[in-house]
């Protein structure tokens, strides 16, 4: 059974601090992706990444960067935590192949940023 | 970009009726449409999904049709049960982008029993 394992189910953070949320995936899934989901808006989503060291901004980038080391982990990093970011956020992998489009997601962080 | 639009935002429905959650999308370059559901406090689950190549897909009690031309696809839920009540989201991806999802605003469905 996939695995995407987030590091912290909830989170409590200052604003202005430097915030790491992580991500680990026990599949060999080439693709990763960071999600934050609100209320009304669906997922929308901030960063993916195809491969080690590759990154590409999705719809919402701003405030936020990733970080992608090894295959299996998936950083999300939030530069200087602001209010508007208090949000859930869903890491997900997938394989690249038609075969096997679907995601599997991690049971989210809910971050509060006060 | 692809934008994916989803309707109704909540739908209520009496145990046992059907339940329907459409969808819209805008590149026709799309070829792959999942829907996920999301009970409450878990993650979204990938329940069904169909390519553009397919027009209709059923899995028991759940089936997802494709409008092409149209550029709209359904969800169809027979016989609910109170254990469909979730949260349900379409999205749709482009092949020349891999598979990056962009998902609708999601459908509160509840079923009353």
Redesign the interface.
Known sequence: DVKVTQSSRYLVKRTGEKVFLECVQDMDHENMFWYRQDPGLGLRLIYFSYDVKMKEKGDIPEGYSVSREKKERFSLILESASTNQTSMYLCASSYPDRAKYGYTFGSGTRLTVV | ?ENVE?HP?TLSVQEGDSAVIKCTYSDSASN?F?W?KQELG?????II?IRSNVGEKKDQRIAVTLNKTAKHFSLHITETQPEDSAVY?CAA?I?EY?????????TILRVKS
Do not use: E, T
């Open positions: 970009g989803q935002s792959y999942p996920y878990k993650r979204p689950q990938l999904d989201f991806s092949r891999g598979n990056k999802l962009v998902f609708g605003a999601g």
